[in-house]
């Protein structure tokens, strides 16, 4: 198991910048693949960015261009650089976590940190 702690989150003006940050209670060199996903009111929770164990990497298509996923395995933490901000992407952004467990895949998230972007 995994427990992931986000951080970074706030109100920002459309144009600027923001960076979240995970904290992973174990090594994230042991997990498969950690990203982060959103959710805004009355829609679905929906990839941002992913990245893997041999830091492959894959972007939501409406970020593309705009955020940076990385990790530091020294400090077991994976950051979420948010540039050219939109009102759009106002959301809960969540930290995930993909490990095998019991032979399954599963899923660990953090609690949420909200990012507001203003018009």
């Known amino acids: 198991q995994v427990q992931l702690v986000e951080s970074g989150g706030g109100l920002v003006q459309a144009g600027g910048s923001l960076r979240l940050s995970c904290a992973a209670s174990?090594?994230?060199?042991?997990?498969?693949?950690m990203g982060w996903y959103r959710q805004a009111p009355g829609k679905e929770r929906e990839l941002v960015a992913i990245?893997?164990?041999?830091?492959?990497?894959n972007y939501g298509e409406s970020v593309k261009g705009r955020f940076t996923i990385s990790r530091d395995n020294a400090k077991d933490t994976v950051y979420l650089q948010m540039n050219s901000l939109k009102p759009e992407d106002t959301a809960v952004y969540y930290c995930?976590?993909?490990?095998?467990?019991?032979?399954?895949?599963?899923?660990?998230w953090g609690q949420g940190t909200q990012v507001t972007v203003s018009s």
């Open positions: 174990r090594s994230i060199s042991s997990i498969n693949a």
């Open positions: 990245i893997g164990r041999l830091n492959t990497i």
């Open positions: 995930n976590a993909k490990m095998v467990a019991n032979s399954l895949l599963t899923d660990y």
